[in-house]
């Protein structure tokens, strides 16, 4: 049994608040009988991308197990390399940040679908072709591709303004490769869908939930501080599908 904690969207700032959301999810996770066999955060690891806020997610997320990170639109890549180099293994420098990584068996292709300064998403013809690449290369295991922008509409009215564009060529990048799952984050929702065929899982948003314009928390604007910080746990069993269990947690474990 291979399994992820999938973290998305800490936004840290600096602030007690934000901070507070995410230890009550390490703290769970440290309380594990079994601990998970790798931790993957999905963007939006800081809020502004400054160095002090890279250094807070590095010590915050100081784990026992192998945690792998990937930049979202809050992220800025040049201070996210160096405040997190004990994290990220990408070659080159600055902008894109992509990554691949292998944990346990399993393989995880972590795409940097950001632009600087803008909020949605981008692959540009650069980045699909060493995606393309890369996935012609042969694995054993599962092999998951991770990103911060989800690559479809979610029918969510305002959060949809923000995703991947170039969603049509990705979608060709990822056709007949054997992908287990797709992983995102960004629209602060928990949420399963798909996309070019593949399971798309996206992890709930640790820093604010964005609720959809009919439920309840909607009356008070997009964002919802109220509904706890959450995760998702993907449980992979070689032959079996993929399992996905989605977890809010209203206080700390202790
Ligand atoms: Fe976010
Ligand atoms: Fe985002």
Do not use: C
Request: no cysteine; charged share 20%; proline share 9%.
């Amino acid at each position: 049994m291979f399994v992820i904690a999938h973290l998305s969207d800490p936004h840290l700032d600096g602030s007690v608040a934000a901070r507070d959301r995410l230890r009550r999810v390490t703290a769970y996770l440290r309380d594990f009988s079994r601990p998970v066999d790798v931790v993957l955060v999905t963007g939006d690891l800081a809020d502004h991308g400054s160095e002090s806020e890279y250094a807070e997610v590095a010590a915050e997320l100081a784990l026992e197990v192998p945690v792998l990170m990937l930049p979202g639109n809050h992220d800025v890549s040049a201070p996210l390399r160096i405040g997190l180099k004990e994290y990220v293994e990408s070659p080159g420098e600055g902008h894109p940040v992509h990554q691949v990584r292998d944990v346990a068996g399993a393989r995880f292709v972590l795409l940097d679908t950001s632009v600087p300064g803008e909020d949605h998403g981008l692959l540009s013809a650069e980045s699909l072709a060493w995606l393309t690449g890369v996935l012609a290369e042969p694995v054993e295991g599962p092999l998951f591709v991770a990103f911060h922008h989800p690559p479809n509409e979610l029918q969510h009215p305002v959060l949809d303004q923000w995703i991947l564009q170039s969603s049509e060529p990705f979608a060709e990048a990822l056709r007949g490769r054997p992908v287990t799952a797709l992983l995102a984050g960004h629209v602060h929702n928990g949420l399963a869908t798909s996309f070019a065929g593949l399971p798309l899982l996206v992890a709930p948003g640790i820093r604010s939930t964005a609720p959809l314009p009919f439920e309840p928390a909607a009356r008070d604007g997009l964002v919802d501080l109220t509904t706890p910080p959450g995760l998702a746990l993907h449980v992979h069993v070689a032959g079996q599908p993929l399992v996905t269990n989605y977890r809010f947690l209203t206080s700390t474990s202790q």
